[in-house]
């Protein structure tokens, strides 16, 4: 057997704040291809550095504002958009990304994902969709599919889950994707769009949990969710929003892909519009 | 007290079986043999585990209760409510932040009367982010009209669980309880815990009669717009309900020891000699490390004892003012605190003993999970024996 490889530089480190290492996450989990193809994107957006913000919730997720050598913020459980609102409308230089959980953002935190999509407020989302809650130990969120076995639907969960780029295009999102953690590069030039994106950007990143979800389900080993999302998924560009219901289910497809975008008045265009129009004080 | 042979061919307990469970599990085995018929949680560490057990022994047919998985703790309390409302008996569980999130709906279960019981697992606020006890997140709710108790280890902990029912249901109380452990120190450490049994929890504590419930045959509406005289009318009804709950509490727990032999005391626990130089004042399981340090240092030849906080509310002011006496000086060890005033517990003391010359002494130790073992309690009441007053 050969030896593992080891080195002692990773090209991503400059994004990281490397004396928090080693990180909290376990093995075969997809959060750091995640936060890989974020700060990649970063490098490639041409936008300097001190101009991101990442604002991140509750959950395995929430540890990226930890990791992410940026000005960050480690919000409550479900705030991070409503805070990232916050952050935008007091400095709409900034390029506000919000990278958290399907729990988080979803589920506790679902009133503010729809509402900013509402706005169109110029955030780009990145949720990271697991399926569950990791971080507690594998409950059922708002996505943990129907039948899927969480350690609080011990013999499968009888709720529907949410279909998210669904919900996001009723909500009004102006550009959504979906990738899972495999699509490296896809995920990160869906990023790199959402940097600019002149509105509310949604990308789903669908992600392994071999321990909280995959074991309890089809995926025993940690790589088996990986080799699923290899072997299932289906490139779509248009696909009828109404069927990306994910149901984790080895017979079933995943659609992934840039699913919408439309070019839609965001909010600080709507804002001034507005003033202007009614001939009162304009922000 | 009855003999073992009643306690054990009649209420069918077992006291050769012990079972090493973790505070949240003897919580949540206590929380399943009290037979609630709604459960709405959320997880949150370190109360997670109570929620899967209970939503385990829903699943696999061992309790018949509707159990919700909502989308958060204020839904959580919203959904107990509900089902509350609708004369069903309710629990869940909670901690640190999902309290905080869902204190909306604790203040309204209170003032609402209804009587819920939550399994509180002490954890401290942030940020900074601790997942570690303290009492800060119970303090919070210190003017909700919930009852709190506090238990000092895992088997007391499965014991007012039940307990909690009984007197939350009681027509002259009425009013939710939290049953608070501390997190981590209790909550995921195993400890030996006597069992009840179905039986014994069926005997003891009758099944759920609501004084008035949601019923179609029978409408009522409820939350509607209050005015000031009947509003200040209902808060003191809410206050009177406080000081029933005092006999109400002690009565419970004394029927609960003379039918178990476990007395964890009344409203306060008193440890140690009749009279003492020092008292030591604390809550859960720091009052429990209290008792290790007097026993070292009455060893040593001092003369200190531990008075425990069971329940803080109602706080225990007339059974304060009773023992505070045998005591030259007091030692409040809190874990907690109130900014800007004196710690919960001492302002609690101080308005308890208005009026006397006792001496009182506090100091913060435990926050945000800091270890406190007996060592440092000695050299803090080593300290205060030095102190002039």
């Not at chain 1, 699509?183 to 509310?200: C, N, P, R, T, Y």
């Not at chain 2, 505070?23 to 109570?50: C, D, K």
């Not at chain 2, 280890?153 to 009013?175: I, M, P, R, S, W």
């Not at chain 2, 009947?230 to 029933?244: A, I, T, V």
Request: hydrophobic share 40%; aromatic share 10%.
């Amino acid at each position: 057997m050969k030896p593992p490889i080891t080195v002692e530089r990773h090209p991503r480190d400059k994004l990281l704040r490397v004396d928090r290492l080693p990180h909290i996450w376990c093995p075969g989990c997809g959060l750091g291809k995640v936060i890989s193809a974020y700060s990649k994107a970063i490098d490639n957006s041409g936008i300097e550095r001190n101009k991101h913000v990442v604002v991140s919730g509750i959950g395995c997720s929430g540890r990226a504002s930890g990791y992410l050598d940026l000005d960050s913020y480690h919000t409550t459980h479900g705030r991070p958009i409503a805070f990232a609102t916050g952050l935008k409308l007091a400095n709409p230089e900034l390029q506000v990304t919000v990278i958290s959980g399907d729990g988080d953002l979803s589920t506790i935190g679902g009133n503010h994902l729809i509402h900013a999509a509402r706005r169109n407020i110029n955030l780009n989302v990145i949720l990271v969709n697991n399926f569950i809650y990791g971080m507690t130990g594998g409950q059922a969120s708002a996505t943990t599919p129907y039948g899927a076995k969480t350690s609080t639907t011990t013999k499968g969960n009888y709720d529907h889950p949410f279909n998210l780029p669904f919900l996001m295009r009723a909500a009004g999102a102006t550009h959504i994707a979906r990738w899972t953690v495999l699509h490296h590069v896809q995920l990160q030039e869906s990023i790199e769009k959402a940097f600019q994106h002149d509105g509310f950007s949604f990308v789903e990143a669908l992600s392994p949990c071999p321990k909280g979800f995959g074991k309890k389900n089809s995926f025993r080993n940690a790589i088996d969710t990986m080799h699923y999302f290899e072997q299932r998924s289906e490139l779509e560009e248009n696909p009828e929003l109404t069927q990306l219901e994910i149901d984790m289910d080895p017979k079933s497809d995943v659609i992934v892909g840039e699913f919408f975008a439309e070019e839609k008045m965001p909010y600080f265009d709507s804002k001034d519009r507005f003033f202007h129009y009614i001939g009162g004080h304009q922000a | 007290m009855k003999s073992s042979r009643y306690q054990e061919e009649i209420l069918m307990l077992d006291f050769s079986k012990v079972e090493i469970w973790t505070g949240n599990q003897a919580i949540a085995e206590a929380a399943i043999l009290s037979r609630p018929e709604v459960i709405a949680a959320y997880p949150i560490t370190p109360s997670t585990p109570i929620i899967e057990a209970l939503s385990s022994a829903v699943e696999n047919g061992r309790l018949d209760a509707e159990f919700i998985a909502v989308e958060s703790e204020h839904a959580a309390m919203s959904g107990v409510m509900g089902g509350s409302a609708a004369g069903a008996r309710t629990f869940t569980a909670t901690a640190s932040q999902g309290l905080l999130y869902m204190m909306e709906m604790i203040y309204w279960a209170g003032y609402g009367r209804l009587p819920i019981v939550i399994g509180l697992v002490n954890r401290s606020l942030a940020p900074g982010w601790s997942i570690w006890v303290d009492h800060q997140d119970a303090y919070s709710m210190r003017d909700a009209g919930w009852l709190q108790i506090f238990a000092k280890n895992n088997q007391e902990a499965h014991d007012l669980t039940v307990q909690a029912f009984k007197v939350a249901e009681n027509h002259g109380v009425y009013l939710p309880m939290a049953v608070n452990i501390d997190g981590f120190v209790l909550s995921h450490v195993a400890g030996q815990v006597q069992p009840l049994t179905q039986k014994f929890v069926d005997d003891f504590l009758p099944s759920f009669n609501p004084i008035f419930k949601l019923d179609s045959s029978d409408p009522v509406s409820f939350g509607a717009l209050t005015l000031p005289d009947d509003y200040q009318m209902l808060r003191k009804d809410l206050e009177d309900s406080f000081q029933r709950a005092k006999k109400v509490i002690t009565d419970v727990s004394k029927e609960f020891a003379e039918l178990t032999g476990r007395d964890w005391g009344d409203l306060i626990e008193v440890y140690g000699p009749e009279s003492a130089d020092i008292a030591v004042v604390a809550m859960g399981t720091l009052a429990e490390e209290a008792e290790e340090a007097v026993d070292e240092l009455n060893k040593r030849g001092k003369n200190v004892g531990v008075v425990r906080i069971r329940s803080f509310r109602p706080f225990p002011t007339e059974r304060i003012r009773e023992v505070a006496k045998n005591y030259d000086k007091i030692l409040i060890i809190d874990r907690g605190q109130s900014f800007g005033s004196a710690t919960p517990l001492t302002l609690e003391f101080k308005n308890a003993l208005y009026g006397t010359d006792i001496p009182i002494v506090t100091r913060v130790m435990g926050t945000g999970g800091k270890d406190v073992d007996y060592s440092e309690i000695m050299a803090v009441i080593e300290e205060v024996y030095k102190e002039e007053m």
